[in-house]
């Protein structure tokens, strides 16, 4: 699916979602790759299968045109936020994630908007990238995933190693310069209470906001 909404860890698509009358309004998803730049342990990726007429894996990535052409048939009254994520990483897809939000903010100034990231995208494209959300992105929701360096790879085996952990701090730390909303995430079955408490710290001493969000197994 190119589009989607989420109801209880469960993904569906726009003509799903009234077939199944979600309540509403809610979060509209935009799919933009499969590609990744982590491998983490507890992604749903390695740990779910799907039915095809809901799954989130891309059989061809779309072009920013079909995505526009996807919005067209959005029922906007029902969307309380726009949310670029899926299975991949959007940031891989950047100039794409770049020209989309800039659509769908001028078309929609209202409805907020949202990344879920890992936080990467400063060392796959090799420059700070923050300043290019300025003003199209309101929210952007970035992977902690661990406190040290060490278990973070082993957590998410990203392609950069040991490095990626503060980059991944720094990202965030540039990003709040540009974004109003900057949040950092850790799953709570998957980070022990003792190591939540070291990742408040890191957010704090940082000026950085910590999200324990609920691990979703199905």
Request: proline share 5%; hydrophobic share 35%.
């Amino acid at each position: 699916m190119i589009i989607y909404m989420t109801d209880h860890g469960k993904y569906f698509s726009l003509e799903e979602s009234l077939k199944k009358n979600l309540p509403m309004p809610r979060g509209l998803y935009i799919n933009l790759t499969n590609q990744c730049n982590c491998d983490c342990v507890f992604c749903l990726r390695q740990k779910k299968s799907m039915a095809e007429s809901s799954s989130l894996w891309l059989k061809n990535e779309p072009t920013v045109e079909e995505i526009k052409s996807e919005l067209e048939k959005v029922d906007w009254k029902n969307i309380s936020e726009i949310v670029f994520c899926g299975f991949g990483e959007p940031t891989i897809k950047l100039n794409e994630l770049l020209e989309l939000l800039k659509y769908v903010k001028k078309i929609r100034p209202e409805i907020p908007t949202r990344l879920n990231t890992n936080g990467l995208g400063e060392l796959e494209h090799g420059r700070n990238i923050s300043s290019e959300f300025e003003n199209i992105l309101d929210t952007v929701s970035i992977s902690l995933n661990s406190a040290t360096a060490e278990k973070y790879l082993k957590i998410t085996r990203a392609k950069f190693g040991l490095k990626s952990h503060e980059a991944m701090l720094t990202f965030a730390e540039h990003m709040k310069k540009f974004v109003p909303n900057v949040v950092l995430t850790v799953v709570d079955k998957v980070t022990p209470p003792e190591e939540i408490e070291q990742c408040k710290k890191i957010c704090k001493d940082r000026g950085l906001t910590l999200r324990v969000r609920p691990y979703e197994d199905s």
